[in-house]
């Protein structure tokens, strides 16, 4: 039963629910035609390709109250001089609530998440 205290990290299914959310997510981004471009180079290398994924876990459990650190640059660093645009920000948005909906998140964690989402925008586009 989930309570008034019931963190989204819990509600998202701890780690393991938000391990499974990213992967589905980056296989999303990896098939999405306005964004692949940015997200195939990182295939070809694996080993960086493993950090950038266990970052975005590790950013998207801190972030929904989970017990992870995140290490890694803050949304300006991580997306300075990308000139990400915003119909890219919106694949962006669409992917993980696509992703969501395959993982059966009720309309509560999907209004959270995109909250979420949006109060970053500025740190994203067109910097």
Known sequence: ???????????LGGITGITRLVDDVVS???????????????????????????????????????????????????????????????AVIDDVMEAMQKNKYGETEKRDVLAILYSMKSEIIHI
């Open 1 to 11: 039963m989930l309570t008034l205290t019931t963190t989204l990290y819990e509600r």
């Open 28 to 90: 999303f981004h990896l098939n999405n035609p306005l964004i692949k471009a940015r997200y195939l180079p990182l295939t070809e290398n694996p080993e960086h390709f493993a950090r950038i994924r266990q970052h975005t876990i590790n950013f998207f459990c801190a972030g929904s109250g989970g017990p992870q650190v995140y290490g890694g640059k803050g949304m300006v660093g991580a997306h300075k001089g990308m000139n990400v645009s915003e119909q890219e920000f919106i």
